[in-house]
């Protein structure tokens, strides 16, 4: 029995990877759970908020009880790195008032996706302020919905006024491997950004 | 044909009212006895990975703990598992979730990983694994 136990400890002390979080945003209907099913190894999960629990500076108002069960749902997938190393992948709620979420998923983040659909471009435009004012390493991926024009990433760059370091892809984030290469895309962005970071370019 | 007419609108009505957009039936907060918060909070971050404790073996029939405790507690014992994770498992919200694994905290029977300081980016090395193993997907 006690080999069993300390068995079990040495297992679990082993298996205790490093865990990260990329977070995926953009409009409502743009593709932020397709995409992180496209690359995660399990089904994507959904978790919940309970608004009055999460909303707290807001419960001095009236109507509270109402939105007892009120949630707000995130939608996350995983992927393991390897042994030492799990990616989780985070849908950001979609609607502009659950802000205080964003917040909580930013903390600790590696990088964003923030997923543009040329159509409705608009929509993107909350998702890169915010990532620019806390920030936060972040790719624009254009998801290339079937039957939308095709602009080449230039003129979406253009249209979006982003910061000439930001990388601007084309994908269709049904694939696996369009999905895995807008986050190697974060995850480098992230590495550049955090060496420029700790190393400041000499005057 | 004119009663059933007058019955089912009145039976639809009932079976929305208990359907899911009505929400729990018990609110979520009953199971923490009406606590929101624990003092563990700020180590619960949405991907802390809990893991239980092997003493976890033999105390999980304590009368204190809920079948929602017991139930963290044998997933975590499987494999080290993401708050988020374990809101997603239990179909229960992650403050609700959070308060439980503060409870099993105190009481020992897991412990959270916490490797990465949420305000410092991973060092350059980790990133360059996290590339490497997204290429090799």
Request: proline share 6%; charged share 30%; net charge negative.
């Amino acid at each position: 029995m006690a080999f069993g136990r300390s068995d079990r400890r040495r297992r679990s002390a082993a298996a205790e990877p490093v865990t990260l979080k990329i977070l995926v945003a953009g409009g409502f209907g743009v593709g932020k759970t397709t995409l992180v099913g496209a690359v995660s190894e399990i089904q994507p999960l959904r978790t919940e908020e309970a608004l009055t629990e999460a909303g707290r500076p807001v419960d001095d108002l009236d109507g509270v009880e109402a939105k007892t069960t009120t949630t707000v749902a995130m939608d996350f997938g995983r992927i393991t790195v390897n042994e030492g190393l799990v990616l989780y992948l985070f849908g950001t709620p979609g609607q502009d008032r659950f802000w205080f979420l964003w917040d909580e998923l930013a903390r600790g983040a590696l990088g964003a996706v923030v997923l543009a659909d040329t159509r409705r471009l608009a929509d993107s435009f909350s998702a890169i302020d915010y990532f620019e004012r806390r920030g936060l390493p972040f790719t624009v991926a254009v998801n290339c919905f079937d039957g939308a024009d095709r602009y080449p990433p230039q003129a979406v760059r253009e249209a979006l006024d982003l910061a000439p370091g930001v990388p601007v892809m084309l994908c269709d984030a049904r694939l696996r491997n369009d999905a895995r290469d807008v986050l190697i895309s974060v995850v480098e962005h992230a590495r550049e950004t955090g060496i420029g970071r700790r190393e400041p370019a000499l005057p | 044909m004119t009663e059933q007419d007058g019955r089912a609108p009145r039976d639809r009505e009932t079976a929305r009212w208990f359907d899911d957009d009505a929400g729990p039936v018990v609110r979520p907060y009953a199971m923490t006895r009406g606590r929101t918060r624990t003092a563990a909070e700020n180590r619960l971050d949405l991907i802390a990975l809990v893991i239980a404790e092997s003493r976890a073996e033999e105390a999980v029939d304590d009368q204190m703990l809920s079948p929602e405790h017991v139930e963290i507690v044998e997933r975590c014992r499987q494999e080290p598992l993401s708050v988020a994770e374990l809101a997603a498992g239990l179909d229960l919200p992650v403050g609700v979730v959070r308060v439980l694994i503060g409870d099993l905290l105190d009481a020992d029977l897991v412990h959270v990983s916490r490797p990465v300081p949420p305000a410092e980016l991973p060092d350059e090395k980790v990133l360059r694994e996290v590339i490497d193993g997204l290429r090799a997907l």
